[in-house]
């Protein structure tokens, strides 16, 4: 708490300018609603920002709370100089500056979707949801039951844009469950006697009553004229421990039980790092348990290349920056479907550099300026790293292909030993390969972000593809190695359980390291008579994963076994699976659940990494 | 060494890391990484930083790059406009409620087109949890408040956080980076040194300017004077070149002074296991042909394996050296 910083105070004479100060910074519209001002020519804005003021209104009323400290009214008269200063300023900057530094806020707000046509999303999906919601919409009231729908899917592919856009489409009003302004800190600091937090299932709980109420006596209330209310809820509280879950589920499973309003509930999908983070709650869980108690789930999938292509065209247009097409490509590829991801890529990406040489220049000169020729010769590997323009995109996964086409292709240069000479000493002509046409294995692998257990598995999943039909003798050189590698990895049971206890981080990522090594290595030498390069998708290696969770999960249970009891090796493996698995799963059933569908999940998705050897 | 102890001595008084001392403090100083750190002052001088998430190895300038580009867009109200946690702060789901949330509705007078910033350092450490509690708040508050994450590995970020910032990798500084930001150490501490000192040090550090500014303080401060063995001494690896020449002996067939060489080191009283990893980096950046460096890797692997299984003899070791004779036996024409 020491550390926090003073407020700034402002009183409340000019609260509404300092509120404009901060909020208002990002548009100007939003400073055209409280000052006195000639209206900028942003119009455009209006009705996205006015509904985020309408949010802040109800929370910065409490957030003011906090600043409670009036400040001296001397230094109150420099700020507001200032303030003025500042804003006449600004208005100035808005008149000069281009289209580009008009507004000042993420590209995501900025262009946010205010129409259906503006949506990424797929047209069938927002025909099902808009479909679903006038039908809601027009239905008598009155009904129970069917009254929600759950979206799903990953991050980013426009689950909430798409039903607020849908909302302002057809004049429909949005109740959005934000979570309340939290107990202060300090408050709860400071009296310790018993203050309680109100946790935010708690406050989830209410309002999910506070819907239900106002939905029964919502039909009296207005007359004729049915006033359209959708209910969205975005937030799903976290909760921690199978109690909390249970209410949630409760609590969640009566709103959609007895809400007579459309309730949208979205959920985002995504893949837990951890395995054994059973303190959240799980998605595929919750949905199941939405799906049982009622509603209509509608699958969102990653929002398609063209299109978050033909988007991110469109903002470039708009903010008339010049973005080379194969930067949006790379983009559009790269982020996985994630329409939001892609776009706050493109904003990083379109800051222009060029306009500040002097940053390139002086690295150029420190540089120039080293003049040791001579020093680590060898070593110049990662030199190139920085000029090469940096991947983008969200998932390591995607650039970890982009490095495991790399390996599989095995490009080389073609002409004959020009550099073989070069060598000490001569090689056998079978051991003999042509140069790489490509950087230094280790470097690609470090950049290219993935686990070293990923790209084991990837290889020996592909590598076989790659090989030309006939070279049955490459395939053993490649297959052995991925053996080795796969030994290197996993080291002897032994190290890998003792590495909770005493071995250092360091020499467990050096074992990673050589065994990246010599699969990417063992797979580029092997692979001698390279199959005509056509088109090979790469698979993901489920069969694979399959054993490695079987692995992991006997570890685990290893781990568990000297965890629990005192007397270890008392008891075997089949004995701790058969009887005392069972037993305990049928105590306490919740605490057994997510284990058991985190290994399933681990199964299914392809992409988690969970690299369990590593962890434990 | 006269000069050195002269020189050094009003800076004696206050010793601070030299890591600090020339932490530089504007975005443009940033060594490496020159993609990142170009845009990264774009957005210093423009305002209007998206949310970012800056992951790369350690020692790469993430930490400095975005403190400096915090202190350049705030400049004087940055006391005020930053709040910055890091992994020794709790970061628990109360603090992310609590503390992220309340700073995120404070009002702060702050330059137009400037946002408050929260700065979690090593975010890869938070809880699954307090990642999702933050969801929200970075999408309600974006209008005043932006997050900058720094973490060595994106992937430990969960993928709605991933989904609402854009990502800036850094990678590691390659040695003519190191050895620029050295110089400019070395000539501001007048500090002793010859050319290989400065190649010991950049060989240590592998990419890592953190590494790089400790290991020649401690060198300097030790020894007032920077040379290879200084280095080596103070670092306490075994000597890369003493390593490379054993390899090279090997690789040209004088097994026997391999051995030797081997027997020397082992006598300096290193463990198996800092000579094996010298080993492996010398052998990883060595030059040979294709074939040669994958099995040696390989065999490299395997001894490391043995030695972390606690095998960690001079047999092993020696064993390692003949099996690296072997593979040059098969592999010569």
Redesign the interface.
């Known amino acids: 708490m020491g550390?926090?910083?003073?407020?700034?105070v402002?009183s409340s004479s000019d609260d509404d300018d300092?509120?404009g100060?901060?909020?208002g910074?990002?548009?100007p519209s939003a400073r055209r609603t409280r000052t006195p001002a000639p209206p900028p020519p942003a119009a455009k804005q209006a009705p996205s920002s006015s509904r985020?003021k309408l949010?802040r209104g109800s929370?910065?009323g409490r957030?003011r709370r906090?600043?409670s400290d009036p400040a001296p009214s001397g230094s109150l008269k420099a700020?507001f100089d200032?303030?003025s200063e500042?804003f006449t300023?600004?208005l100035n900057?808005l008149g000069t500056s281009g289209s580009m530094?008009q507004t000042?806020?993420?590209?995501?707000?900025k262009y946010r979707p205010h129409s259906l046509a503006e949506l990424a999303v797929h047209k069938k999906k927002v025909e099902d949801v808009k479909k679903w919601l006038e039908e809601k919409l027009m239905a008598p009231k009155g009904t129970h039951g069917g009254w929600s729908l759950v979206l799903t899917g990953?991050?980013?592919v426009g689950k909430s844009a798409t039903v607020k856009a849908i909302a302002a489409e057809i004049g429909a009003d949005m109740c959005e469950w934000?979570?309340p302004?939290?107990?202060?800190?300090a408050e709860?600091m400071h009296a310790s006697s018993g203050l309680q937090?109100v946790s935010?299932l708690e406050e989830f709980e209410n309002f999910v009553e506070k819907i239900r109420k106002f939905s029964l006596l919502f039909p009296t209330t207005i007359g004729s004229q049915r006033k359209l209310i959708i209910a969205l809820i975005?937030?799903i509280p976290?909760t921690?421990g199978n109690a909390s879950l249970a209410r949630l589920g409760k609590c969640l499973t009566s709103l959609i039980q007895s809400t007579q309003i459309p309730t949208v509930i979205s959920l985002?999908h995504?893949?837990?790092?951890?395995a054994n983070?059973t303190?959240?709650w799980n998605s595929e869980e919750l949905e199941s348990l939405l799906q049982r108690a009622g509603a209509h789930k509608i699958v969102f999938n990653p929002v398609t290349i063209s299109s978050i292509k033909k988007i991110l065209f469109r903002i470039c247009k708009q903010e008339s920056s010049s973005t080379t097409e194969e930067l949006v490509h790379e983009i559009a590829t790269s982020c996985g479907g994630?329409i939001?991801?892609a776009i706050?890529?493109l904003?990083?990406?379109c800051?222009?550099?060029r306009?500040?040489n002097?940053?390139?220049a002086?690295?150029a000169t420190?540089?120039e300026?080293?003049g040791?020729g001579?020093?680590?010769q060898?070593?110049?590997?990662?030199?190139?790293?920085?000029?090469m323009?940096?991947?983008?995109?969200?998932?390591?996964t995607l650039t970890l292909f982009h490095a495991l086409g790399k390996f599989l292709h095995n490009k080389r240069e073609s002409h004959g030993d020009v550099n073989?000479d070069l060598?000490?000493?001569?090689?056998?002509?079978k051991?003999?390969?042509n140069p790489?046409k490509m950087d230094v294995p280790?470097m690609i692998l470090?950049?290219a972000?993935g686990?070293v257990r990923t790209v084991a598995d990837f290889l020996h999943e592909n590598a076989l593809d790659f090989i030309d039909d006939d070279a049955v003798d490459d395939a053993w050189v490649v297959m052995s190695?991925l053996s080795?590698a796969d030994?290197?990895l996993a080291?002897?049971p032994?190290?890998s359980a003792r590495w909770t206890v005493n071995?250092s981080n360091?020499?467990g990522s050096?074992?990673q390291?050589?065994?990246a090594?010599?699969a990417a290595?063992?797979v580029?030498?092997g692979n001698a008579h390279a199959s005509l390069s056509r088109w090979h998708t790469i698979r993901s290696p489920k069969v694979w994963q399959i054993e490695r969770t079987f692995r992991s999960t006997k570890d685990q249970i290893l781990n568990e076994r000297f965890d629990c009891s005192s007397t270890p090796g008392s008891r075997n493996f089949s004995e701790i699976v058969n009887d005392f698995r069972p037993f305990e799963r049928w105590i306490c059933p919740r605490s057994y659940m997510p284990r058991n569908v985190s290994v399933h999940h681990d199964v299914d998705g392809n992409n988690s990494?969970e690299d369990v050897i590593e962890d434990c | 060494m006269a000069a050195s102890s002269s020189a050094a001595a009003p800076t004696d008084t206050y010793d601070i890391p030299w890591v600090e001392k020339y932490r530089p403090s504007r975005v443009?100083?940033v060594?490496?990484?020159?993609?990142?750190?170009?845009?990264l002052?774009?957005?210093a001088?423009?305002?209007?930083m998206?949310?970012?998430i800056l992951?790369g190895p350690p020692g790469t300038g993430k930490t400095t790059s975005i403190l400096a580009l915090a202190h350049e867009m705030l400049g004087p109200s940055y006391?005020?406009g930053?709040?910055e946690l890091n992994a020794s702060?709790d970061r628990g789901?109360?603090?992310v409620?609590?503390?992220i949330?309340?700073?995120a509705?404070?009002?702060?007078?702050?330059?137009?087109?400037?946002?408050?910033i929260v700065i979690l350092d090593e975010a890869d450490s938070m809880?699954?949890?307090a990642q999702?509690?933050l969801?929200?708040t970075m999408e309600?508050y974006?209008?005043?408040t932006r997050f900058a994450l720094a973490c060595n590995?994106?992937?430990?970020i969960?993928?709605?956080i991933?989904?609402?910032?854009?990502?800036?990798?850094f990678?590691?500084?390659?040695?003519?980076?190191i050895?620029?930001?050295l110089?400019v150490v070395v000539a501001a501490e007048k500090v002793p040194y010859v050319?290989e000192g400065?190649?010991a040090i950049?060989?240590t550090a592998d990419?890592d300017m953190r590494q790089a500014l400790n290991n020649l303080q401690a060198t300097v401060s030790g020894f007032r004077f920077v040379n290879q063995e200084n280095v080596f001494k103070v670092c306490d690896q075994p000597h890369p070149l003493h390593v490379k020449n054993m390899v090279k002996n090997v690789?040209?067939g004088k097994f026997d002074e391999a051995c030797s060489g081997l027997k020397q080191l082992y006598d300096l009283g290193y463990s198996p296991?800092d000579i094996i990893?010298t080993l492996?980096r010398v052998v990883?950046?060595?030059?040979?042909?294709?074939?040669?460096?994958?099995e040696l890797?390989?065999e490299?692997?395997?001894a490391?394996?043995r030695i972390?299984?606690g095998v960690g003899s001079f047999l092993q070791l020696s064993g390692l050296l003949a099996k690296f004779a072997i593979v040059r036996e098969t592999?010569?024409?």
Not at chain 1, 104 to 109: A, H, I, M, R, S
Not at chain 1, 181 to 185: D, I, R
Not at chain 2, 171 to 177: A, N
Request: charged content about 30%.
């Open positions: 550390k926090r910083p003073p407020l700034v402002l300092g509120g100060r901060c909020t910074s990002r548009a985020k949010r929370s910065g957030g906090g600043a700020e200032m303030l500042d300023e600004c900057d530094h000042k806020e993420l590209w995501v707000d990953q991050a980013g934000t979570t302004v939290p107990t202060l800190w709860h937090y935010k975005d937030d976290v921690s985002t995504y893949h837990k790092s951890e983070d303190a959240m994630d939001r991801h706050m890529s904003q990083y990406y800051l222009n550099p306009r500040l002097s940053a390139l002086t690295s420190l540089l300026s080293t040791f001579a020093l680590a060898g070593q110049d590997c990662y030199s190139r790293s920085s000029s323009p940096s991947p983008c995109g969200r998932d390591e073989i060598d000490s000493f001569p090689l056998k002509e051991l003999r390969r790489l280790e470090s950049q972000h686990k190695y080795e030994c290197l080291g002897s032994i190290t071995e360091e020499s050096m074992s390291l050589i065994a090594s010599v290595r063992g580029l030498f990494e | 443009a100083d060594v490496g990484n020159s993609d990142a750190v170009s845009r002052e774009v957005i001088r423009d305002g209007n998206p949310n970012l992951s006391r005020e930053v709040l702060d789901l109360d603090v409620r609590n503390k949330k309340m700073f509705q404070k009002k702060v007078t702050l330059p137009p087109g400037r946002h408050k809880t699954t949890g999702q509690a969801r929200r309600i974006s209008n005043t590995t994106s992937s430990k969960i993928e709605p991933q989904s609402r910032c854009a990502i800036v990798r990678s590691r500084l390659s040695d003519q980076e050895l620029g930001r110089m050319p400065l190649e950049i060989f990419g690789l040209d296991t990893t492996f990883k950046n060595y030059d040979m042909a294709e074939y040669l460096k994958l890797l390989k490299t692997g395997f490391h394996m972390c299984d592999a010569k024409a």
